[in-house]
Every structure is written in structure tokens, then in C-alpha cells.
């Protein structure tokens, strides 16, 4: 299977700070995909074929990347923000992801 | 609008079943495939596996082969996971979710299973 490692693990951001959260895949996949998981919450879609973001999600998130590193930014940090995030690749079964990024407000 | 009501946390006694449920609501059933994932605390995500609501056909995770198994009541949009054999390892959370494509675009709110006697 597909093993991806997502970095750092924790990190703080400040209001405005510019973030980016990686994720690198143990092989080749066509598109990386993210979801932001609150506190007591259910997974949230949040960036799906690398680069697209879901309804409702701030112009402020990025996602780019191909093969086997793939990044998600936020290019100004909101209070909103703060949430893990994980990588998940559905290009090979099983469909695997990410052990999360957790990111904190500063 | 698209909705996966999941069932009530579940307590349960080593070496029981549970089965948990996933009833869909906003669209077509039998047009997504339905998949499962566990969540133990503070950790990441594991698939389980999925069934096609239309012809009930799975598949598992090579982990979870022996442990779940998936069903689907098609007249009332519902999916069902039964896990069996309980030990504290199965204590999590686990969320139905439905595919579209390569990745997952609705959850359900996620079902707590404590396994303690």
C-alpha cells in the first residue's frame, strides 16, 4: 500500500503567517487530496485532485504538488484555521492517509 | 442536501458484535459507494472498506477482512458494518463516508464504539 507522510506533525502559526503542510507519497499518485478535521469533528473535505477546494473552502488554501510530494497552503493563517489536516491518496487500493498535520494558533 | 446519519455510540463486552449504522439522505443511494473508516483516539485514518449500495459487492481491507463486514438495506438508504469479535483494539471512531471519485466528499458524523466489560 501507499504510505504517505505528511510534516511536520504539530506546528503554531500566527494570524497572517503564511503556512504550508507537506505530504510525501511512497509512490506515484495522479492527485493528492486533503480534509481539515476540528476538534470532536467529523473529517472535512477540504482540497480534492490536488489542487481544487471544496465548497466553502477560503480562497486563502492552495494545493499543488504532483508524483510524490504534494502541499497544501494557507497563504494568510486564520483563527479558523487551526485543525488537522490530513493527505489521502485514492490513485491505488487501499485508498491510505496521511497521520496528520496538526496545526495550532500561535 | 447530502446527509450520512450515523447511529448512537455503542458500549460493548470484549468478544462481542456491534452494528453500526449509516442511513443516506440528499441523493441517489445506490449512485455512490459507500465506505467506512476508523479513527482510533488521537490517531489518523484507517479504511475499512466499501460496498456498492446497487449490487451489494465489497471490498475490505486486508486488515479488516475478518473483523467487518458490510451490508446495505437499499429501501430505506441505509448501510450497516458489523464488527465482530470485540477486543479494546476495536475501541474508536467510525465514519461512513460516500465516494466521489478518488476521494471522500460527505461524512457522517462518526459513531464511538467503547469496548470494556
Redesign the interface.
Known sequence: EIVLTQSPTTMAASPGEKVTLTCRASSSV??M?W?QQRSGA????WI??TSKL?SGVPNRFSGSGSGTSYSLTINSMETEDAATY?C????S????????TKLELK | QVNLLQSRAALVKPGASVKLSCKASGYTFTDYYIHWVKQSHGKSLEWIGYINPNSGYTNYNEKFKSKATLTVDKSTNTAYMELSRLTSEDSATYYCTRRRGPFFDYWGQGVMVTVSS
Not at chain 1, 42 to 45: D, N, Q
Not at chain 1, 93 to 100: E, K, L, R
Open positions: 495522479s492527485y487530496h480534509y467529523s473529517p472535512k473535505l480534492y485532485e471544496a490530513y489521502q491518496q485514492g490513485s487500493y487501499p485508498p491510505t492517509f496521511g497521520a496528520g
